[in-house]
């Protein structure tokens, strides 16, 4: 049953498994997944996020006796994507792979890509192949499938399972998308398939996903505002972040509970100027507190530094209040439609409020990003410059 390790030269395949307390399934998944790769010189790289050292603890256990399993441990809360794209960062193989720690995935489905992929860029393993099986059900499935088409249509790749955490690519690839890639959300494949330099040639394999060991899903309608973000950002080559996107959607669910407040204050017999600012202001405070942890989740406030973001946040959207009804007043008078003007001016203030609560709030891009010497000192640091 001993395999000797290869531990001289460079592994051909490096695959990646980022987990989340996975502690329940981790040493089945990585056995599974030596087994499935033995004879080919291999590394596997896993990405922990989580919390405890539980999951953690299990792989330093295994990686004490196999050199090829390294751990890379993140404090939690940057999301899948980041992790993946730390661990192929790391990675020494001319074949990247990435595969769920949750036990969904079949090992051998690696291999069988491995095997497949020959001049392709990408190899697929999807849940929408004949013979495959997606192992969601009701609301999962739907929400899945939505996703599934609108990335299709949008990356434009003959690719049947765009969502799939399941797949190996060329090293060239990755390296030419990754100065595009947002890192954020969950939905690493759509990004890989969009940010390259031409369109992508996919093989696909079959799949079934399997019931998760132990844990939870991390799948919710927030990876799907973050997909919607990651996508924008991808076919607009950067124009629109993702980040923006997600602020938007945020900003369009204030609507909402603005208008909620202002009923339920005219109810308790408000006069309207009082309901109105009351409303402005549980919207920016809701708002507020969505962003921290939706569009900002990587660089989450918490403690004092919460409150002042909070104000930060709250002088932001005051001047996207006075942008709004600069412009729409301006368009307005110069003959535009009301709904014309009234929907500049909003996205105005969208743009405004997003540039200047990023900054104000959350402190993003950093101060040392925003100055050109310390951009160009950053740059060699980032890896993968696309080959001319
Ligand atoms: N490091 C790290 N950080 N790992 C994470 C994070 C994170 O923030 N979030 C999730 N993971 C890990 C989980 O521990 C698991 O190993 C894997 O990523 C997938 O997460 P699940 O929560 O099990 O996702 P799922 O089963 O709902 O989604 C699967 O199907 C999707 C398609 O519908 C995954 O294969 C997705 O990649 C895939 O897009
Ligand atoms: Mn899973």
């Known amino acids: 049953m001993f395999e000797i390790p290869h531990t ?62 390294r751990l890379i441990r993140r404090r939690h809360g940057y999301g899948l994507a980041s992790a993946a794209i730390a661990g192929w960062d790391a990675a020494r193989g001319d074949l990247l792979a990435i595969m769920d720690g949750d036990g969904q995935h079949d ?27 997606t192992g969601l059900s009701g609301l999962r499935q739907v929400i899945s499938q939505a996703g599934t088409l609108a990335s299709r249509a949008l990356i434009g790749a003959a690719v049947t399972d765009p969502l799939s955490g399941l797949f190996v ?44 060991i132990g844990g939870d899903s991390k799948l919710d309608l927030r990876v799907m505002a973050e997909l919607a973000g990651q996508l924008a950002q991808a076919r607009t080559r950067g124009l629109i972040p993702a980040r923006f996107v997600m602020f938007a959607i945020v900003g369009a669910t204030g609507v909402l509970s603005h208008m909620l407040a202002l009923l339920a204050l005219t109810l308790a017999g408000a006069p309207f100027w009082a309901a109105q600012l009351g409303a402005v202001a549980v919207a920016m405070t809701g708002n507020f507190f969505l962003n921290n942890a939706l569009t900002f989740r990587d660089l989450r406030l918490s403690g004092v530094a919460m409150w002042q973001g909070l104000v930060g946040f709250y002088l932001a959207c005051a001047g996207g209040g006075l942008i709004s ?9 110069a003959g535009a439609p009301w709904m014309v003007a009234g929907l500049a001016g909003a996205v105005c203030a969208a743009v405004w ?36």
């Not at 089945?28 to 010189?41: E, I, M, T």
């Not at 009804?325 to 008078?333: N, S, W």
């Open 169 to 212: 690519m060329r090293r060239d690839w990755y390296l030419a998308a990754r100065p595009r890639l947002s890192g954020i959300g969950f939905k690493i494949l759509a990004d890989i398939l969009a940010c390259g330099p031409r369109r992508p040639t996919v093989v696909e394999t079959p799949t079934r996903l399997g019931t998760r």
């Open 325 to 333: 009804e600069i412009a729409g007043t301006g368009m307005a008078r």
């Open 107 to 133: 090992p051998q489905v690696v291999a069988r890509l491995v095997a497949q992929i020959g001049e392709a860029d990408v190899a697929v393993g999807s849940r929408y192949l004949a013979g495959a099986q």
């Open 8 to 69: 001289l030269g460079r592994p051909d395949i490096s695959l990646v498994i980022c987990t989340l307390d996975e502690a329940a399934s981790i040493g089945r998944v990585l056995g599974g997944a030596r087994a499935a790769l033995s004879g080919r010189k291999f590394e596997i790289i896993i990405v922990d996020d989580s919390a405890d050292e539980a999951t953690g603890d299990v792989v330093r256990g295994i990686a004490l006796d196999d050199s090829r399993i």
């Open 353 to 388: 409020n997003y540039w200047s609560a990023s900054r104000a709030a959350w402190g993003h891009p950093p101060a040392a990003a925003r100055s050109s010497r310390a951009f160009s000192q950053a740059v060699p640091v980032r890896i993968g410059t696309p080959r001319a």
